[in-house]
């Protein structure tokens, strides 16, 4: 358990409406991260953040926005959510690994957002 | 660009048995590799991980091998558990100071009672 929980779980939403998923960690990571996960993709990055206030656009930032006012929160915005943005979102921090303290990624439970 | 791809999207095998799951990399200058398995519903969860500096590591029923001379990677289950199925996929760090990591789409393991 990587102190991470995302919010809402499940969304379902229809074409042109904004949506905001928040990221929350407990564990005052520095560096956070939103991916989308589609059939026939792996993992795709869409921003991240290296800390407050601090981001930067991942591979598919087209149509998504984030911001980090605080260090425990990241939140990933669709400004008008279309349906090729249906998808399932995760978000993860960084944190050491077990490979001689190398860091490494740790994911939270996964958003599951439907747009209509 | 580069990206992390695995030889067999799909592996079905005895309870009891050994797994060997396995993945392909392309780049070169990659210097950390993560074995993650994602169970249905949920996030991913860490396995174990491997730096380019060794060949090999070891956690609790699991191996990693990694052949950098032909690019590859592989994870091996022992004594495989229905527990144990889920979908597996690697990744590698691309490196640079802001660690972004690119991910295989994964191998999907059933067990079989």
């Known amino acids: 358990d990587a102190g991470i929980t995302q919010s809402p779980r499940h969304k379902v939403t229809e074409t042109g409406t904004p949506v905001t998923l928040r990221c929350h960690q407990t564990?005052?990571?520095?560096?956070m991260y939103w991916y989308r996960q589609d059939p026939g993709h792996g993992l795709r990055l869409i921003h991240y953040?290296?800390?407050?206030?601090?981001?930067d656009k991942g591979e598919v930032s087209d149509g998504y926005s984030v911001s980090r006012s605080k260090t425990e929160d990241f939140l990933l915005t669709l400004e008008s959510a279309t349906s090729s943005q249906t998808s399932v979102y995760f978000c993860?921090?960084?944190?050491?690994?077990?490979?001689?303290?190398?860091?490494?990624?740790?994911f939270g439970p996964g958003t599951r957002l439907t747009v209509l | 660009g580069e990206s992390v791809g695995l030889h067999l999207p799909t592996l079905s095998v005895q309870e009891g048995d050994n797994s060997i799951i396995n993945c392909a990399y392309s780049?070169?200058?990659?210097?950390?590799f993560i074995w993650y398995k994602q169970e249905s519903g949920k996030g991913p969860q860490f396995i174990i991980d491997?730096?380019?500096?060794?060949d090999k590591r070891q956690g609790q029923r699991v191996t990693v091998l990694l052949n950098k001379t032909v690019k590859h990677l592989s994870l091996q289950i022992a004594a495989t558990q229905p527990g144990d199925s889920a979908v597996y996929f690697c990744?590698?760090?691309?490196?640079?100071?802001?660690?972004?990591?690119?991910f295989g789409k994964g191998t999907l393991l059933t067990v079989n009672p």
């Open positions: 990744a590698e760090r691309n490196g640079g100071s802001n660690y972004k990591l690119t």
């Open positions: 953040s290296y800390g407050v206030k601090d981001t």
């Open positions: 491997i730096r380019s500096n060794m």
């Open positions: 564990e005052n990571h520095r560096y």
């Open positions: 993860a921090i960084r944190r050491t690994g077990t490979a001689g303290g190398t860091d490494t990624q740790y």
């Open positions: 780049n070169s200058a990659s210097d950390y």
